[in-house]
Every structure is written in C-alpha cells, then in structure tokens.
C-alpha cells in the first residue's frame, strides 16, 4: 500500500470530486456516517472555495477549534481513498466524543487496510503538531473502526452515551 496524505490542490479536482459523490451518494442511499464531516461542511462542487476553506485556522469559539483536513491518496492507484481532519486541540465537546481525529474510507474501498493506514499517517501529523496523547471516539457499533483504532495503538478508556448512541473512547500516546 502506497498511501500519502495530502492537501488536495486544483490538480486533484476530478479525482476528489470523484471520491465525495461517491460517498455522499452513499451517505445518502445508506444513511451511512460522514465521517470525517467536515469533508461534506462545504460544497465540494465550487472546488477552489471548498480546498481554501477545508481547514479551521483559528479558534472560533461555539466548538470550532483550529483544525487541518488531508485526503488520502493512494499512489500507486492514482485515487483518493479517505479523508481525515484533525483536531489541533480538545475543546469539552471534543474531549467528550469528538477526539483528535475523525477519519473515513469512501465507501468502495473499505474493509481494505486503508483506515489502518491512514490513521497511522494522521498519528505522524499529530506527533508534527506537538499531539503526544490522541483521543480517538467511534459508535460502539462501529466495529471497524475499534479496530484501526486499536492497531494503532488505541486503548479504549471508557464508553459515554451521546444522543442515544454511545461512543467509544480511545487513548494513543505516541
């Protein structure tokens, strides 16, 4: 597997276009999660708006914290095939069950390795951001994302409820 994260610049357009129908699509015939929401905050159509507004540079108060959001691409297949936004620091929603990072596979590549993968990529950002203790949350039912988690090193703490849901929390100290 030969994956990189990236900022997506206009030379990317079709190819990230291609990935977030695909996604939003299934969201939409599934109700599947969007994660990493903020991928879908705005409209990926108007590309140069949507790549210049991708990132939280600063805190804005009302839960916003600064953040940075990288595609996934895999190389050697010329694709993107995830996305993740992390979290520069932990407000009290976040540390809750927002975490350091939220991440996805678009929906035709799971089940893969690449949410593995990709999270130890985004756990190298985090280390380049001076994030030595990294929270990682996922739906108690989301089995396959406690796993990346855990491969990663994720060990779970303790699981909270939120809106009818209960969340799971995971720790990884790099």
Not at 48 to 54: D, K, Q, S, V
């Amino acid at each position: 597997m030969n994956i990189e994260l990236i900022k997506p610049t206009l030379q990317h357009k079709e190819l990230l276009i291609d990935m977030l129908t695909e996604w939003k699509n299934d969201i939409i015939r599934n109700n599947t999660n969007s994660s990493p929401w903020k991928i879908f905050a705005n409209d990926f159509h108007d590309f140069e708006y949507y790549i210049e507004h991708l990132d939280t540079t600063e805190d804005l108060g009302d839960g916003w914290v600064p953040d940075t959001t990288l595609f996934c691409f895999d190389k050697d297949r010329n694709i993107f095939v995830g996305a993740v936004n992390i979290r520069h620091y932990l407000n009290e929603n976040l540390l809750r069950t927002g975490g350091h990072i939220g991440d996805g596979i678009r929906p035709s590549e799971r089940r893969k390795g690449y949410a593995t993968a990709m999270i130890a990529l985004a756990l190298e950002e985090c280390k380049k951001l001076g994030i030595h203790d990294v929270l990682m949350c996922c739906g108690k039912n989301n089995v396959a994302s406690a796993k990346s988690i855990v491969r990663n090193g994720g060990v779970l703490e303790n699981e909270v409820e939120d809106d009818g849901h209960i969340e799971q929390r995971y720790w990884i100290r790099l």
